[in-house]
């Protein structure tokens, strides 16, 4: 499937923002991340990392408190981003807003799922802090 100039321009302003790409090898963080427990989800061991360095302050606008890095075989599964705030509505805009998404077409309840040009998604979640999960 080729992309078109708005999905490439989508998929670049994703990537400016979310710092880290699905796929990418481990090597790419591996001075920037502690190792901790590994979890198993639907029989696949993931490595987790806590990124440590301190450059990745915001992600759509909204202050990061923590970020955790899973890793199948040294590649990079799924990111999830903390927040202090419970700001979903803010956070849903400012998604919706980079990729030309209505911030009401997949949302219910506490939960919003967004597709990104490339396949992946963008899932926020509201429980008792704000996360947005980017996965494949």
């Known amino acids: 499937m080729k992309e078109s100039s708005q ?3 989508q998929l670049n302003s994703l990537k400016r923002e979310l710092k880290f790409e699905i796929g990418e090898q481990f090597e790419l963080n591996e001075f920037n991340v502690k190792s901790l427990k590994p979890v198993i989800t639907n029989d696949i061991e993931y490595d987790v990392c806590q990124y440590i360095k301190d450059d990745i ?3 759509f606008n909204q202050k990061v408190t923590k970020i955790l890095l899973y890793y199948n075989a040294d590649i990079l599964s799924t990111v999830h981003y903390y927040f202090n705030s419970d700001d979903l509505k803010s956070l849903m805009k ?3 807003q980079l990729l030309k998404q209505d911030e009401n077409a997949v949302k219910f309840l506490k939960t919003a799922t967004y597709k990104t040009p490339d396949g992946n998604h963008l899932t926020i979640k509201l429980n008792n802090s704000l996360k ?3 996965s494949k």
């Open 94 to 96: 400012n998604i919706s």
């Open 57 to 59: 302050r915001e992600v």
């Open 7 to 9: 999905e490439k321009a």
């Open 132 to 134: 947005l999960i980017y």
